[in-house]
Structures are given as C-alpha cells and as structure tokens.
C-alpha cells in the first residue's frame, strides 16, 4: 500500500512540475518586465510631489505638513521649482538653463517650503507607488497577452449572448484571438510529435525544420500539379504527399545511423540546409510561378485546401483536427501496439532489444521515417489550410521549437498537444502585448527558454517550492503511456 502511495505521489509530482515550471517562468517574466519598465523604475526611485494647499490630488501632491515631516523647510538640490510655466531642477551648478535653476536663485524664490516646489520620496518612503506601478505594468502586459490570445471574456460573452439573439455579427471579432492561437499551435503539436517520437526511440530528430520544408514542398506540388480532382481525392493525396516526403527525408539520417552508426543530431542538421537549399532552387526554377518574379510557387488548387469554418478574418480551419487525430494515433501505435513497444524498447535498451530479437535497423529506421512524416505532415497542414502556396520563406522556427516542446510534454502525445497549446497561445498573444504594453515579442521567447530550463532542471523547481524526491518511482504501465518517460540522454 505504502509503494502504490508512493508511486502516486511520484506520478503526481511528475504531472505538477511543469505546472510550477510554467507558473516559475510566468512570475521571473513578470520580474523582468518591471526592470525593463522606465516608468515602475522612476516610481522605484525618484517619486515626485508637489507642495500644495489645498491638498487635493494624493496621486501628484503633498500635503505640506507631510512634506514638512520628511523634508526641510527650504529648498534643497534635487527638487523642483516652478519659474514661470517651467519646471526646473534645483541643482548647485547650473549646465543646462532651459531645465536646471542653481540652489541659491531657488532659494531667493522660495526661502520655505511651500506651493510650486516639487520634492521627491525614495521607495522606502512611499513604497505603495512602487509596488502598485510594479503591479499594473505586469497586469498590463499580461491582461494584453491574454486578450491577445484568448479574447475579452466580457466581449466573447456578449458575442454570444447577441449571437443567441440573431445577430452573428460580433462573433468573428470576439473570437479571433482564440482561433488564432489554435492557428497557431497547429504546426507545433505535429513538430512536436515528431521530435516526440523520435525520442521514445531514443533518437535525437533534430531535422524537424528541413522536414518540414520538404513536405512542404511535396505537397504544394500535389496540390497545384494535379488539376480536376474531387477534394476528397486530392486534399487526402496532398497531406500524404507531404508526409511522405518529410517521412523520406528524416528515414536517410535514419538508415545512416543504422547502417553506419553515423549520428543522427549531425546528420538531420546537415540534411535541414539540404533542404533549405532544395527548396531556394525550387522556388527560383522548376517550381517558381509562372510570369512572376518572386521565389514563390504556383497556388494549390481549390480541392487541395483544408476546409475554414468561418468566414471572414477567421482563419481556424481543419488542420487542426488532422494535428489532434495524429496525435490520438501516435498515442495508439506507441502504446498500443507492437510497433510502439519495439519502438520504445530500442530507445530505452537497444541491446536488451536485439537480445529480444527485434531489428535494430528496422525499428531506427521507421523511427526516423515516422518522426520525419509528422514534420512532413505540419508543412503540408500549413500550406492546404493557411496559405495555399510554398513561399521562400516558409518555416517559422517550428522545427527547432519542436524540440522543446517534445521536452515541455514528456515525450507524450497529450504532453506534447498541451505543450503546443500553451507555445502558440504565447505566440498569438505577443503581438497584442508589445502594442499595448511596449513590451517586445522576445519576452516570449525568454519565457518559453525559462519553461524549458525549469523542464530540463527540475531540481531548482523542487528547491523552489521545497518539493522533495519521490524516494520510490514504480514503473506506471507501458500500455498506458506514462508521462514520466522522457526524452533519451
């Protein structure tokens, strides 16, 4: 009873790492935009407050008995007084005129402390202004990447509520922000199986980009070169093509591993700018579209587009279905068939595997090919359901965020899609936090890097919150997929 305890706790702390992971990086995020805020700084440091009576506005103001109790009763260097219109820093030797007054001319204008002078408190003095300018630049940026990347909670309701009433017409507005980050994590779940994948069978598929390319690639040319077919022909035809041709491309490092031990983190590195190169010729000679000048292929047909469910800027549409189906069946050939347990057996012993009996070079092999078709299968998903045509340009950096995202989900298909999720409901809020907040996209970045350290080191996580280490982890059933398995040394 003690060990199944035990061993659920151990499950348990597994499940919530990531959650104090993501709730860590969240918190250290929060900490470096208050640094990088000139505004909580000044409100850290220098606050200002003007002498008046009447006092009326706690907010700029002074009462002067406050100011009397932490300040002198004349002027001093480093307030301000006003001349004229002007505000002007009292300082002991005047450098600049049209901003600073020396001491003894302030003086000569306000012998004592009272209205027109601006004195000014440290933190320690009045530390609720900065600790409440801390907190709404924080609230700030993050209420505008929630927004961003969900919505208004207020306007998706009364979307709804006028949509209940007949009128539609809000609805795309209040719900954009959500389909955009569904938009988004679409590519990431299929990047992020198949690095995923590949890492059940202990190999390292750093080739997700090129693969991605490739089935790219493949599919476009389905997708234009085949005219007058029925889209439950052709758009089946178009994704397949796209898996297959990213399956072909990581099943070369695969066979070079297995035949010659070659290792496949060189090897899929070398083969991305194979393809990044196959696809800059491509798209400048066989594949470019006619009577343009650009380095962008011709568009798909029309039977070869994924399905959109709305109209207008909505651009939600089936791929992200496909993503989750592929998910569900990663999930069912790792766990639940004879493929996957050989496939996880290589990963975990490959001499205990070909002790057993099984193919090493088989099992690596179809490894590769698999993880590579998954990234075959997000390229071919962007380009039937978003943007109908293969430009110059194509990857976002899926292929290399698919690595981490493969260690943010344990190496486990509902870990993976939740670890999907989160990065693009990040990616889709950004835009909207740097136009509101002034805070740069690249805190992103910073974030999702301060998740996978906290994933990759879960020692400082359970320093942190005094977690301490399960003493007995009982193996959880391999038939059900256990979270805790991760990625290969």
């Keep these: 009873m003690k060990r199944s305890t035990r061993a ?15 709730v860590t990086a969240l918190i250290l995020g929060g900490i470096l935009i208050i640094v990088s805020d000139l505004q909580v700084i000044a409100a850290f440091t220098r606050i200002p407050r003007q002498v008046a009576r009447p006092f009326t506005d706690p907010a700029t103001q002074v ?5 009397l109790w932490r300040h002198p009763n004349e002027v001093i260097v480093g307030d301000a007084v006003d001349v004229g219109n002007r505000s002007l820093r009292v300082v002991e030797e005047v450098t600049d005129d049209r901003n600073q ?39 700030v940026a993050y209420s505008a990447l929630f927004e961003g990347s969900i919505g208004n909670p207020g306007r998706m309701v009364r979307a709804v509520a006028d949509w209940f009433r007949g009128d539609p017409s809000g609805l795309s507005a209040a719900f954009y922000p959500l389909s955009e980050s569904l938009v988004t994590s679409t590519p990431y779940i299929l990047t992020g199986l198949a690095v995923a994948l590949g890492f059940r069978a202990g190999l390292f598929n750093i080739g997700a980009e090129g693969q991605y390319f490739v089935g790219g690639l493949a599919s476009v040319f389905v997708g234009y070169s085949l005219k007058g077919l029925p889209i439950y022909v052709h758009l089946p035809l178009a994704l397949l093509a796209g898996m297959v041709g990213g399956g072909l491309w990581g099943a070369i490092p695969g066979l070079l591993k297995a ?8 090897n899929t590195i070398m083969m991305n700018y194979i393809a990044f190169a196959l696809s800059d010729w491509l798209l400048n000679g066989p594949m470019m579209r006619p009577g343009g000048y650009r380095p962008i292929s011709p568009e798909i047909e029309a039977s070869a587009r994924l399905p959109r469910f709305f109209g207008g800027d909505i651009r939600f549409h089936a791929g992200f ?12 050939l790792l766990f639940k068939t004879t493929i996957g347990f050989e496939l996880r057996t290589v990963g975990a012993n490959p001499h205990a595997a070909r002790y057993a009996g099984m193919s090493l070079t088989k099992n690596i092999v179809l490894a590769m090919f698999l993880s590579g078709g998954l990234a075959g299968m997000s390229g071919a998903n962007d380009i039937t359901g978003l943007i109908y045509y293969m430009p110059n340009a194509f990857s976002a950096g899926y292929g290399f965020d698919s690595i981490a995202l493969a260690l943010l989900g344990r190496s486990h298909p509902v870990g993976v899609v939740l670890a999907a999720l989160l990065f693009g409901t ?50 959880m059933p391999e038939s059900d997929g256990d979270l805790a398995e991760g990625a290969p040394a």
Excluded at 10 to 22: C, S
Excluded at 321 to 332: R, T
Excluded at 445 to 474: D, H, N, T
Aim: without cysteine; hydrophobic residues 50%; proline residues 6%.
């Design 8 to 22: 659920r706790r151990a499950h348990a702390q597994t499940i919530l790492l990531p959650l104090l992971a993501i």
């Design 63 to 67: 009462s002067l008995e406050e100011a």
């Design 101 to 139: 007054i020396s001491l003894e001319e302030a003086r000569k204008l306000y012998p004592e402390l009272g209205p027109g002078v601006t004195i000014h408190y440290n933190f320690f003095q009045k530390p609720g202004v900065g600790l409440r300018a801390a907190w709404r630049s924080v609230s």
């Design 259 to 266: 035949k010659t031990g070659a290792h496949e983190v060189i």
């Design 321 to 332: 279905f496909v993503a989750l189906a592929m998910a569900a069946l990663v999930y069912w």
């Design 426 to 475: 990040l990616r889709a809020g950004a835009t909207r936090m740097q136009s509101v907040a002034q805070i740069p996209i690249d805190i992103i970045s910073i974030l999702q890097a301060m998740i996978i350290i906290f994933i990759a080191a879960p020692e400082i996580i359970r320093a942190l919150y005094r977690l301490k280490r399960p003493r007995v982890q009982e193996p």
